[in-house]
C-alpha cells in the first residue's frame, strides 16, 4: 500500500491507493510536452521543401532544388513540397496536406498563436498556396505533378543533386482530374480562411483561384489519375472523384457563406456518395468522413435549416465513422493493436491515425459548443471521450506504447534514426557539396546501417504493424518513410491539446507522495 496527500481548497486529505492503482494512473496518464510535439511537426515542412529556400529556412541542412521545374513545359512550378522520402512533387497529397494544415489553423489559431507557431503554420500553407497559383495559370488548367516516381525511384538521390527527368504533368478539359481539382480547391478555400484576418488580399486571391478550380472539377469531370497516369503507381483516386467534390464545395461554404455550395452539397448527396457510404477512413484519397463532419458542424451551428433533413443524413454517416473509432458502432470497427493505436492498413498506417484523430477531436469541439452528445448505436457518448480517444493516440505517437518509442524524429529520446528519406540519409549538400549519384546513392548512404546524418525533426513515420512491432530500418518503407500528410492532421490535434486537462492529470497535479 502507498500513502498519498490530497491538497484541495487549503484542506488536506489522505488518501490510499494500492501500487495497482497508482500503476493504472500513470499507465492513463502520459503527459508530454504537447508544444515542444506541435513545433516540430510545424518544421518538418521545412525540411520538405522544394525552390528557392527563404532567408528564415530553420532546417539549415537543406539547400535549394528544383529551380528548374516547369521550364520544359514552359511553366515555372518551382516551390511546393516533397511528398515523403523522395523527390517528386505529387499534387494531391500535397494538395490534402495544405487543407488539412489550413483547417487546423482556422480552428484553432488562437492556441497557435499563443504558442508562438502560427507565423509558422502560415508559412507552411503559403508555401504550398504560392505553388498552387504558379500550377494554375488558367480556369480550367491545372498543373498536377512535377517528376515521375518511376524514375524517380531508381536514384537516391538528395533533393539539391537530382539528375532524374522532371517533367511536368497537367490536367485541362481534354484530360479532367475533378479529384485532384477539387482538393486543390479545397485547400485554396481553407487556407483562404486562414489567411483572411493577416492578408486579406491573398486570401481574395485564394479564393478566387478556390472557385474556378471547382467549376473546371464539377465541369470536367474525371479521375485525375486516368489523365496523370504515371501517379497511378504511387497515388491512385481509389475512391474516386466524388467525394472530393463535395468536400470542396462544403469548403467553398465554410469560406463564402455563399449558400450556392451548400445546396451543391444537400442536392448531390446522394449522387455523389456524401450520406450513401459508411466510412472506416478519413485520408488523402478518401474524403467522406471529412465532409460528413464539416457537414454536421453546419448543422450543428444551426445554418443551412433549408437542408437540415440532408445534413442530419450526412450526421449520421459522421457519426458512424466516430463510433466505429470508438469501437461503439453497429457496424464495422476501426482495429486497434494491442498497445491501443488505431490500425487500419500496414502501408504508412499513421496517416490514419493522425487524421481520424483530427476529426475526433473537431467532433468533440462541436459537440462541447453545441452541449450534445454523440450517438453511437445504443449509447451516448460525452465530448471529451473523444478527446480522451484523439489523446491516447497522440501520447501513443509520442512513446506512451509497448515499444516506448516515438514516432516523432526528433521527439524525446527513442525515435526512428534510419528513415526511407533521400535528404536525411544523406550527407548534407552544405556539409560536402561532392556530387551524390544515382546508383551511387544507394551504394554508400541507402545500404548504410546507421543512423541519419540529417535529423528530420518533426517527422511522423508510417509506424508499426498491426501487433506494435517496428522495424527501424531504411529499406522498411512502410514503416519508416515519413510523409506530409502524416503531419496536417497533427498540427490540428497538438494545438487542440495544448489547452487539454483531463480529470485524471487535474488529479495528479494535486497529488503529492509522503513518506
Known amino acids: 500500500m502507498l ?27 502520459a503527459c508530454f510536452d504537447y508544444r515542444d510535439a506541435l513545433e516540430k511537426s510545424i518544421m518538418f515542412y521545412e525540411a520538405q521543401r522544394s525552390g528557392r529556400l527563404p532567408p528564415n529556412q530553420r532546417v539549415t541542412w537543406r539547400a535549394n532544388s528544383g529551380l528548374e521545374d516547369g521550364k520544359t513545359a514552359g511553366v515555372d512550378l518551382e516551390g511546393g513540397y516533397y511528398d515523403a522520402g523522395d523527390n517528386v512533387k505529387f499534387g494531391m497529397p500535397m494538395a490534402y496536406t495544405i487543407t488539412m494544415l489550413s483547417w487546423s489553423t482556422v480552428a484553432y489559431r488562437k492556441e497557435l498563436h499563443n504558442a508562438r507557431q502560427l507565423g509558422y503554420v502560415l508559412d507552411a ?16 488548367l491545372l498543373w498536377g505533378e512535377v517528376g515521375d516516381g518511376n524514375t524517380d525511384h531508381e536514384c537516391w538521390q538528395r533533393p ?119 466510412m472506416t ?55 486497434r493493436t494491442p ?23 473537431m467532433y468533440s469541439d462541436y459537440l462541447s459548443s453545441s452541449r450534445q452528445q454523440l450517438n453511437c448505436h445504443d449509447s451516448k457518448v460525452e465530448p471529451f471521450e473523444l478527446l480522451e480517444l484523439a489523446k491516447s493516440q497522440v501520447d501513443y505517437i509520442l512513446g506512451n506504447n509497448p515499444r516506448a518509442t516515438s514516432y516523432m524524429v526528433g521527439f524525446g529520446d527513442n525515435y526512428p534514426r534510419q528513415l526511407h528519406h533521400r535528404a536525411s540519409s544523406i ?43 517496428f522495424a527501424d530500418q531504411r529499406e522498411n518503407y512502410e514503416q519508416t518513410e515519413p510523409a506530409t500528410y502524416n503531419n496536417g492532421p497533427m498540427v490540428g490535434v497538438l494545438a487542440r491539446l495544448l489547452t487539454f486537462r483531463s480529470y485524471n492529470e487535474a488529479l495528479q497535479g494535486r497529488i503529492y507522495p509522503t513518506l
Open 339 to 361: 498497445g491501443g493505436l488505431m490500425f487500419v492498413r500496414s502501408w504508412n498506417n499513421m496517416q490514419y491515425v493522425t487524421s481520424a484523430s483530427f476529426l475526433l477531436t
Open 125 to 140: 500553407i503559403k508555401w504550398g498556396t504560392d505553388y498552387f497559383i504558379k500550377a494554375h495559370p488558367e480556369p480550367n
Open 427 to 469: 550527407v548534407s549538400y552544405k556539409v560536402d557539396s561532392s556530387f551524390v549519384s544515382c546508383r551511387g546513392g544507394y551504394a554508400t548512404w541507402y545500404s548504410r546501417r546507421q543512423s541519419d546524418p540529417n535529423v528530420l525533426v518533426g517527422a511522423l513515420v508510417g509506424g508499426p504493424d498491426q501487433n506494435d512491432n
Open 281 to 335: 477512413e478519413f485520408s488523402w484519397d478518401v474524403k467522406f468522413a471529412g465532409v460528413q463532419v464539416l457537414a454536421s458542424k453546419v448543422l450543428l451551428e444551426g445554418r443551412g435549416r433549408r437542408y437540415a433533413s440532408t445534413l442530419r443524413r450526412y450526421q449520421d454517416q459522421a457519426e458512424y465513422f466516430l463510433c466505429a473509432c470508438l469501437q461503439k458502432s453497429y457496424g464495422a470497427k476501426v482495429q
Open 160 to 278: 539539391e543533386d537530382m539528375t532524374t527527368p522532371r517533367p511536368a504533368y497537367r490536367i485541362d478539359p481534354r484530360n479532367p482530374g475533378s479529384d485532384l481539382a477539387g482538393e486543390t480547391a479545397a485547400a485554396m478555400a481553407a487556407a483562404s480562411i486562414a489567411f483572411r484576418d493577416s492578408d486579406a488580399s491573398y486570401s481574395y486571391s485564394l479564393l478566387n483561384h478556390a472557385r474556378q478550380l471547382f467549376s473546371f472539377a464539377d465541369t470536367y469531370r474525371g479521375k485525375y489519375d486516368n489523365s496523370i497516369q504515371v501517379a497511378q503507381k504511387y497515388y491512385a483516386s481509389k475512391s474516386g472523384y466524388t467525394d472530393e467534390l463535395l468536400w470542396s464545395a462544403i469548403w467553398l461554404y465554410e469560406a463564402t457563406g455563399d449558400e450556392y455550395y451548400l445546396a451543391y452539397v444537400a442536392n448531390n448527396a446522394a449522387a455523389l456518395g456524401g450520406i450513401n457510404w459508411s
Open 3 to 29: 500513502l498519498f496527500t490530497v491538497k484541495m481548497g487549503g484542506l488536506a486529505a489522505t488518501l490510499i491507493v494500492t501500487s495497482l492503482m497508482l500503476l493504472q494512473r500513470v499507465q492513463i496518464c
